[in-house]
């Protein structure tokens, strides 16, 4: 079991829909982070919220949108996706400086 | 660009065996390291970090740090059939704890 708890754990998207993907942690950490992993690769950092700010953001294309409402919570806004962008999206946290613990990751599929 | 270099595998060994993982790095200022397990289709696990040139044993588990050839290895003693996944090694490229490069991941299969 994962004390990082993400959902939906799988979903479909149309390319024109809207969609959410929710990231929830009860420990603590101040560090909150979003990865995409493709099929037989290693994770990609795609954001790094510190302190509820967004401190980092690797070039990631606009149709991707998070957003940290407080300490415990983070999401990532889905609009306009490509098909390219099926992947696991993985949610993790820490303590800042401290090692990064995953959640279990929602599987989405872009159609 | 800051590069770190695993063997993609897969790295096959016999139950009971030691499995010996390598991962090497570009960035000479790097400090914290870490090990991942990860079984298909699940997300990454903790299971080692390293931040000291030398060894670091944790259970059947022990991370290698040497800081002056870039390379970090990872040993698992008595292999398990349910150590077989891809395993991960990452570097903390900007020293802060927030930023982690992972390699491509090695594939271990451990035959019962």
């Known amino acids: 079991d994962t004390e990082v708890t993400q959902t939906p754990k799988h979903l479909v998207m149309g390319m024109t829909n809207k969609k959410s993907l929710k990231c929830e942690q009860h420990?603590?950490?101040?560090?909150m982070y979003w990865y995409k992993q493709k099929a037989k690769k290693p994770p990609e950092l795609m954001f790094v919220?510190?302190?509820?700010?967004?401190?980092i953001n690797e070039s990631v294309p606009s149709r991707f949108s998070p957003e940290c409402p407080n300490s415990s919570l983070l999401n990532l806004h889905l609009h306009a996706l490509q098909p390219e962008d099926s992947a696991l999206y993985l949610c993790a946290s820490s303590q800042v400086g401290s090692p990064l613990h995953f959640g279990n990751g929602t599987r989405l599929t872009v159609t | 660009q800051k590069e770190v270099e695993q063997n993609s595998g897969p790295l096959s060994v016999p139950e009971g065996a030691i499995a010996s993982l390598n991962c090497t790095y570009s960035d000479r200022g790097s400090q914290s390291f870490f090990w991942y397990r990860q079984y298909s289709g699940k997300s990454p696990e903790l299971i080692m970090s390293?931040?000291?040139?030398g060894d670091k044993e944790d259970g059947r588990f022990t991370a290698q740090l040497n800081k002056a050839s870039q390379y970090v290895s990872l040993l698992i003693r008595d292999s398990q059939p349910s150590d077989s996944a891809t395993y991960l090694c990452a570097v903390d490229v900007n020293n802060a704890g927030n930023m982690l490069t992972f390699g491509g991941g090695t594939r271990l299969m451990v035959k019962p």
């Open positions: 390293i931040y000291s040139n």
């Open positions: 420990m603590g950490h101040r560090a």
């Open positions: 919220y510190s302190y509820e700010k967004l401190s």
